[in-house]
């Protein structure tokens, strides 16, 4: 394989074909199931924009997005990217676009509601396509007076409208980063609450003033009268922010706002929603500008650990929009860990993202073969070769792990939260997820508790 191949395996996932329902065969006669691959051309969503200004606006935002790299490590020659553009889902009576920046630090999403479209056909699928310049130029052109039809297809994406011509998008592979930073961006987002509203006034003017400069650390914003006021020292009710500068990507859009709501947790990732009268465009942060979250390992722990349910709560997806994690856990006669634990790893085959307004998750399914998945986290693959290898030796206060520069100590601090002597922990504390050594003691804890039937 040449270097080139190498390096194209390395980066993009396979798609592969999925099936709506099994084949069947029964005293009726044999019913094959008709596969959901780039090979079929029949929508799964078609409908008509109701305004059709806004809607492009919102998805030519979310382009933009995709195509930015917000951050270029030093040393770094900034290149021409292959651009992957937005994942595109119908379920639930909506239609939901998604990406990731090039640098993988900013998350995007557009949620159109029912009656952003006079739809004839919605029903569940998948697709991700690559929006080159004929498509964003005929996005661009379109008017409030013009008839725009949209359709999704497993094959693609298709515009056409009576004055700004049609177009037409193709299927493309999935960038390994974005498998990543879904399941990351969820984890991130499950954690936050709602922190502060402000008017679509309010923010115009908020998004003009924002640097257009990466600025020195985090800023913290908080509502003051009709404006937000900027600090570099914490305040009460402020909301953490850093690489604040990347929200200046709302501007363009900012006029179709009615309300714009901020939400953080307490890992410096921030969150914030911009409502339409008939969509919802959600930004969500990294920590720092220079963090992608791809590499966050936010879930790593509870893919080490498992859970028992994970397949029963497969089954209860169905292309659903609000699974609430308390309903799903009282459905399945299981505690919330558990589920959140299932959720993580359903999030990591792509099944299952998460919903800031309605702080519920929502099914989707990325075509891509899950069977890579495991190879995408190389620090659990480690931690997996040491359980495995015999590096963990557990006792009353935690583990000691046998590492590859000498032996760390790993064990449980006052507050329940675990601990590692390595250097990596040292560097970076818990903001980027457990160390392998960590991840390792797990493993061999969870088996010593003989809780191996994992979903």
Same mark, same amino acid.
């Given at each position: 394989m040449s270097n080139n191949m190498s390096a194209? $395996? #390395?980066?993009?996932?396979?798609?592969?074909?999925?099936?709506?329902?099994p084949s069947l065969a029964n005293g009726s006669g044999i019913f094959l199931a008709a596969?959901?691959?780039?090979?079929?051309?029949?929508?799964?969503?078609?409908?008509?924009? $109701? #305004?059709?200004?806004?809607?492009?606006?919102?998805?030519?935002?979310l382009v933009h997005v995709v195509q930015t790299r917000f951050y270029t490590p030093p040393g770094m020659v900034q290149r021409l990217i292959l651009q992957r553009d937005p994942v595109i889902t119908c379920g639930s009576g909506m239609l939901r676009l998604e990406g990731f920046s090039a640098c993988c630090g900013v998350y995007a999403r557009v949620d159109f509601h029912g009656?952003?479209?006079d739809t004839d056909r919605l029903e569940p699928g998948t697709s991700n396509v690559d929006f080159n310049p004929p498509m964003r130029a005929a996005m661009a052109r379109l008017r409030d007076d013009e008839r725009a039809r949209l359709e999704v297809s497993a094959a693609g994406f298709t515009l056409a409208s009576e004055l700004s011509g049609d177009a037409f998008e193709r299927r493309v592979e999935l960038p390994v980063r974005w498998v990543k930073g879904f399941v990351e961006v969820q984890a991130h987002q499950a954690r936050m609450d709602r922190r502060f509203q402000i008017s679509g006034a309010m923010a115009q003017r908020f998004l003009r003033d924002l640097p257009r400069q990466g600025t020195s650390g985090p800023v913290w914003l908080t509502p003051h009268g009709n404006s937000l006021r900027f600090s570099h020292t914490a305040t009460a009710g402020g909301v953490q922010?850093?690489?604040?500068?990347r929200l200046r990507t709302l501007a363009g859009v900012a006029r179709h706002a009615t309300v714009i709501e901020a939400y953080a947790g307490n890992d410096g990732a921030t969150a914030w929603r911009l409502e339409t009268p008939d969509a919802r465009l959600f930004l969500v942060l990294s920590p720092e500008a220079s963090r992608g979250f791809s590499g966050e390992g936010q879930v790593l722990a509870d893919l080490a650990g498992g859970s028992r349910v994970t397949s029963r709560l497969r089954g209860l997806l169905r292309w659903q929009s609000n699974l609430a994690p308390h309903a799903l856990a009282e459905e399945l006669q299981a505690s919330e860990g558990e589920v959140a634990t299932a959720l993580a790893e359903l999030g990591t085959s792509g099944l299952v993202g998460y919903d800031l307004a309605e702080g519920a998750y929502f099914h989707r399914?990325?075509?891509?073969?899950v069977s890579s998945v495991v190879r995408l986290h190389p620090r659990l693959a480690e931690a997996r070769e040491l359980a495995g290898d015999g590096a963990v030796e557990l006792d009353a206060e935690?583990?000691?792990?046998?590492?590859?520069?000498?032996?760390?100590?790993?064990?449980?601090d006052v507050s329940g939260e675990w601990r590692c002597s390595c250097p990596w922990t040292g560097q970076h504390g818990a903001s980027r997820g457990p160390?392998?050594?960590i991840l390792a003691a797990r493993i061999v804890a969870g088996q010593g508790d003989g809780d191996d039937d994992r979903g």
């Open positions: 194209r $395996a #390395a980066t993009l996932v396979e798609h592969i074909d999925r099936y709506s329902s596969s959901s691959s780039g090979r079929s051309t029949a929508p799964f969503f078609s409908g008509y924009l $109701a #305004a059709p200004r806004r809607g492009a606006d919102l998805i030519l935002t009656r952003a479209f922010a850093g690489g604040i500068e399914e990325l075509p891509f073969d935690g583990a000691w792990v046998r590492g590859r520069s000498g032996d760390y100590r790993v064990r449980r160390c392998k050594h």
